[in-house]
């Protein structure tokens, strides 16, 4: 049987650090609201010059150095993002120009925080079908560049960056078990950017009315997430033929900590289990959980042979999951 194994991973964040008290301006000791609201510290910020793609390109190389691959030797590659560089060309092609995968076809897709595991389903699929062999996957987002700073409910959540996975074909017993993804397109206003297409063009009414910013319900997501969940941790465990509580390892989608202390405790799975980074990148939207996958992967903590579930949530509204052996 192919199977999709992890070649190589990369992770980038931009160099500019903005820490809770950034947002004093909002609300009074930004720290401590921010921090025991959501577990954030702090959070990177793209420079004004950095666009997606260049989070996304740097995350790529990582990815290509750690696996040893040539660029040239890359199938295909899908970044996945909903803040694309611009609406048209696809952020991918610029990214592969810039990495020299002249061979690769490229194209972007959007299941907004669900954009990377979505992006992992599409990968597999095409190494399984037997017509590719290595896939460049990147999770990238800049949402500093869409946030509404004047938002105390959503300007704080958000840190931009990108996470690289390398899939190739393989049959060793390793990489990617079952992976699944659903969407409830009835949920779709929870979570907009109003005014960003062909609906309601960008417009000087509209960036007035800061329609061209991001939009999000915050208790209504937290409800749809807490929900969404326990159900993806039961129904892959249950497809991979594994307990829960066998899995070594879960990368949440980095969105706030009371989620996840809430999921720890309604499936009994330690908290040690979740491995976060959102107290220092904040939610990097979809490449948050490429960037903690990288993280882990680079110091350690994800060994060899272990079960590892990645999952995500968001827009749309869409979840999904993926259970892999590392």
């Given at each position: 049987?192919?199977?999709?194994?992890?070649?190589?991973?990369?992770?980038?964040?931009?160099?500019?650090?903005?820490?809770?008290?950034?947002?004093?301006?909002?609300?009074?000791?930004?720290?401590?609201?921010?921090?025991?609201?959501?577990?954030?510290?702090?959070?990177?910020?793209?420079?004004?010059?950095?666009?997606?793609?260049?989070?996304?390109?740097?995350?790529?190389?990582?990815?290509?150095?750690?696996?040893?691959?040539?660029?040239?030797?890359?199938?295909?590659?899908?970044?996945?993002?909903?803040?694309?560089?611009?609406?048209?060309?696809?952020?991918?092609?610029?990214?592969?120009?810039?990495?020299?995968?002249?061979?690769?076809?490229?194209?972007?897709?959007?299941?907004?925080?669900?954009?990377?595991?979505?992006?992992?389903?599409?990968?597999?699929?095409?190494?399984?079908?037997?017509?590719?062999?290595?896939?460049?996957?990147?999770?990238?987002?800049?949402?500093?560049?869409?946030?509404?700073?004047?938002?105390?409910?959503?300007?704080?959540?958000?840190?931009?960056?990108?996470?690289?996975?390398?899939?190739?074909?393989?049959?060793?017993?390793?990489?990617?078990?079952?992976?699944?993804?659903?969407?409830?397109?009835?949920?779709?206003?929870?979570?907009?950017?109003?005014?960003?297409?062909?609906?309601?063009?960008?417009?000087?009414?509209?960036?007035?009315?800061?329609?061209?910013?991001?939009?999000?319900?915050?208790?209504?997501?937290?409800?749809?997430?807490?929900?969404?969940?326990?159900?993806?941790?039961?129904?892959?465990?249950?497809?991979?033929?594994?307990?829960?509580?066998?899995?070594?390892?879960?990368?949440?989608?980095?969105?706030?900590?009371?989620?996840?202390?809430?999921?720890?405790?309604?499936?009994?799975?330690?908290?040690?289990?979740f491995l976060l980074n959102l107290d220092r990148y904040g939610n990097t939207a979809a490449g948050s959980v490429g960037l903690a996958l990288d993280e882990n992967r680079r110091?350690?903590?994800?060994?060899?042979?272990?079960?590892?579930?990645?999952?995500?949530?968001?827009?749309?509204?869409?979840?999904?999951?993926?259970?892999?052996?590392?």
């Open positions: 049987m192919i199977r999709s194994e992890i070649l190589g991973t990369g992770g980038y964040v931009p160099a500019r650090v903005v820490p809770n008290a950034y947002f004093n301006y909002l609300v009074d000791d930004a720290d401590h609201w921010i921090h025991s609201r959501t577990g954030i510290r702090e959070r990177r910020f793209s420079a004004a010059e950095e666009a997606t793609s260049d989070l996304a390109t740097s995350a790529a190389l990582l990815a290509l150095e750690n696996a040893g691959v040539d660029p040239i030797d890359i199938d295909c590659i899908i970044v996945a993002t909903s803040t694309p560089d611009m609406i048209l060309p696809a952020t991918a092609c610029m990214v592969q120009k810039n990495i020299g995968a002249a061979r690769a076809f490229a194209f972007d897709m959007n299941a907004v925080c669900s954009s990377y595991i979505y992006g992992m389903e599409m990968a597999d699929n095409l190494i399984r079908s037997g017509k590719y062999k290595k896939v460049l996957l990147i999770g990238a987002d800049t949402y500093s560049k869409i946030l509404d700073f004047d938002d105390r409910g959503t300007a704080p959540l958000f840190g931009d960056g990108a996470g690289a996975v390398i899939l190739g074909a393989g049959g060793s017993g390793k990489g990617i078990l079952h992976s699944m993804m659903q969407s409830d397109g009835s949920g779709w206003e929870l979570i907009q950017v109003p005014s960003s297409g062909s609906r309601k063009p960008v417009s000087a009414e509209s960036i007035a009315a800061k329609e061209n910013t991001f939009k999000m319900a915050g208790k209504s997501v937290f409800t749809f997430a807490v929900d969404v969940i326990p159900r993806i941790i039961t129904d892959l465990a249950e497809r991979g033929g594994v307990r829960p509580e066998e899995i070594d390892h879960i990368i949440p989608h980095q969105a706030n900590v009371r989620i996840i202390d809430f999921i720890s405790k309604k499936t009994g799975i330690p908290k040690e289990k110091n350690g903590k994800i060994k060899p042979g272990e079960l590892v579930l990645m999952m995500g949530f968001g827009g749309g509204l869409s979840w999904g999951g993926v259970l892999l052996k590392a």
